[in-house]
């Protein structure tokens, strides 16, 4: 993360150095669209708060077992395709709910709906680039997230 920021702060120098109306002309439309995305960005990280407050792991453990099947494949998919759990939380999340005995299939489908498929934030996604590519996106990484368990389920 520090190198990311390092490389921006030496990037808008350089910006600053070759031409500054352009680079304020840029900072400043990129503050425009943060404020743009920022309420519906908010009533996302609200909703997925409320539903990760509703939801012990204790039950999602019990939903999602070894021998939850085609149930748990079910279920695991649904809930990562309505969770945004950024990466550095679902990891070690995932590591926990294997060490209560969910199986690898299980995973590799809940990880893989959450971090590709976004029921939650489509309005989002669907505000930059449409209602049909969208869908096409989140219905085609669902379908991808399903093979992938399947594939880990034979291998683990």
Same mark, same amino acid.
């Given at each position: ?38 309420? *519906? ?7 997925? *708060? ?17 021998? *939850? ?35 690898? #299939? ?11 498929? $976004? ?17 096409? #996106? ?5 379908? $991808?997230?399903?093979?992938? $368990? ?7």
């Amino acid at each position: 993360m520090k190198i990311l920021l390092i490389f921006t702060f030496v990037c808008l120098l350089l910006s600053l150095f070759f031409d500054r109306k352009k680079t304020f002309s840029g900072i400043k439309r990129g503050f425009l669209m943060f404020l743009k995305i920022f309420p *519906s960005f908010l009533n996302v990280i609200i909703l997925i *708060s409320i539903f990760l407050t509703l939801v012990p792991y204790d039950k999602m453990v019990k939903l999602l077992g070894k021998s *939850s099947g085609v149930m748990g494949i079910t279920i695991a998919s649904v809930l990562g395709s309505i969770s945004l759990i950024p990466g550095f939380i679902a990891y070690p999340l995932a590591s926990i709910l294997i060490k209560y005995g969910v199986s690898y #299939r299980i995973i590799a489908v809940f990880i893989t709906t959450l971090l590709m498929v $976004g029921i939650l934030t489509l309005p989002i996604e669907i505000k930059f680039f449409g209602v049909k590519v969208s869908v096409l #996106r989140n219905c085609l990484s669902f379908i $991808g997230a399903i093979i992938i $368990g399947l594939i880990i389920g034979v291998f683990l």
